[in-house]
């Protein structure tokens, strides 16, 4: 099973930028349809953006045009640019395979927190 390891989150101000990274452990990674999800209180885990394996991307309408997904198939490695942060987007992010029957246990993801 793939492990995911989620990092990057942090607290900043409205209009401000993070990059979330997320390290991936074993050799499947490249093949794998992968996700952004993110769990803010209180309401069910959300798909944030998605990327295939051959870097076709989708972005939910609440981040469209401010997140970017991204992969580096050959560090094992997927990002998630994210600028123009809002209060709404504070959640906690986490990192797993898009199709639910290959998913991975869910890490301890990385918390973003958007507030001035």
């Known amino acids: 099973q793939v492990q995911f390891v989620e990092s990057g989150g942090g607290l900043v101000q409205p209009g401000g930028s993070l990059r979330l990274s997320c390290a991936a452990s074993?050799?499947?990674?490249?093949?794998?349809?992968m996700g952004w999800y993110r769990q803010a209180p209180g309401k069910q885990r959300e798909l944030v953006a998605d990327?295939?394996?051959?870097?076709?991307?989708n972005y939910a309408d609440s981040v469209k045009g401010r997140f970017t997904i991204s992969r580096d198939n050959a560090k094992n490695t997927m990002y998630l640019q994210m600028n123009s942060l809002k209060p709404e987007d504070t959640a906690v992010y986490y990192c797993?395979?898009?199709?639910?029957?290959?998913?991975?246990?869910w890490g301890q993801g990385t918390q973003v927190t958007v507030s001035s």
């Open positions: 990327i295939t394996s051959g870097g076709i991307t």
């Open positions: 797993n395979a898009f199709h639910s029957r290959l998913r991975s246990s």
């Open positions: 074993g050799s499947i990674f490249s093949i794998l349809g």
